[in-house]
T-cell receptor, first 116, second 114 residues
Framework: AQKVTQAQTEISVVEKEDVTLDCVYE???????LFWYKQPPSGELVFLIRRNSFDEQNEISGRYSWNFQKSTSSFNFTITASQVVDSAVYFCALSENTGTASKLTFGTGTRLQVTL | KAGVTQTPRYLIKTRGQQVTLSCSPI?????VSWYQQTPGQGLQFLFE???????NKGNFPGRFSGRQFSNSRSEMNVSTLELGDSALYLCASSLPTDSGNTIYFGEGSWLTVV
């Protein structure tokens, strides 16, 4: 069975600090997909990134960067120079390669609070 | 490009009633899935539809059902509502490809059962 663990329940930082959100996953599949979503108070889950299990290249997009390590089953997310607008709940999710099916297993989320 | 649209956004129902939620996927997307989000259970998969067929189902009682129409729009229904059904219901759509899916979510429908 798949499992996603986000051990950090809540993180508080001061604006401009860097912050890393941890994600550890479990799956028996050799091919799978990992996602990060951001959920502001409005409720919508905003897609941030998808990473395939066979692509371990780390990625940087603006202030966001992701570190994928299959050896430790981790897919961590870093926000550089955090801003108040980054305050939200962040979810890591896992999808097995079940053909073209779309079913995500989510972690419990990390609430990020960025203050001035 | 319009995103995933869910209606209604907010609703209040009485225990024992039934409710229908609607979802319009991103244009061209043929897969629609539904999730329930509660403070206690987090985000849980309900079911997925593709080409009007249910392809996956989560571990929910039969009171939860859904369907998909030929234009890919989807509805989910919850009958005999219970207080514990109060939740944010999220719809997601994707364009399934052999290289995997990127799954986009709507803003959700906030259901309160009183």
């Amino acid at each position: 069975a798949q499992k996603v663990t986000q051990a950090q329940t809540e993180i508080s930082v001061v604006e401009k600090e860097d912050v890393t959100l941890d994600c550890v996953y479990e799956t028996r599949d050799t091919t799978y997909y990992l996602f990060w979503y951001k959920q502001p108070p409005s409720g919508e889950l905003v897609f941030l990134i998808r990473r395939n299990s066979f692509d371990e290249q780390n990625e940087i997009s603006g202030r966001y960067s992701w570190n994928f390590q299959k050896s430790t089953s981790s897919f961590n997310f870093t926000i550089t120079a955090s801003q108040v607008v980054d305050s939200a709940v962040y979810f890591c999710a896992l999808s097995e390669n079940t053909g073209t099916a779309s079913k995500l297993t989510f972690g419990t989320g990390t609430r990020l609070q960025v203050t001035l | 490009k319009a995103g995933v649209t869910q209606t209604p956004r907010y609703l209040i129902k009485t225990r024992g009633q039934q409710v229908t939620l609607s979802c319009s996927p991103i244009s061209g997307h043929r897969s629609v899935s539904w999730y329930q989000q509660t403070p206690g259970q987090g985000l849980q998969f309900l079911f997925e539809y593709f080409s009007e067929t249910q392809r996956n189902k989560g571990n929910f009682p039969g009171r939860f059902s859904g369907r998909q129409f030929s234009n890919s729009r989807s509805e989910m229904n919850v009958s005999t509502l219970e207080l514990g059904d109060s939740a944010l219901y999220l719809c997601a759509s994707s364009l399934p490809t052999d290289s995997g899916n990127t799954i986009y979510f709507g803003e959700g429908s906030w259901l309160t059962v009183v």
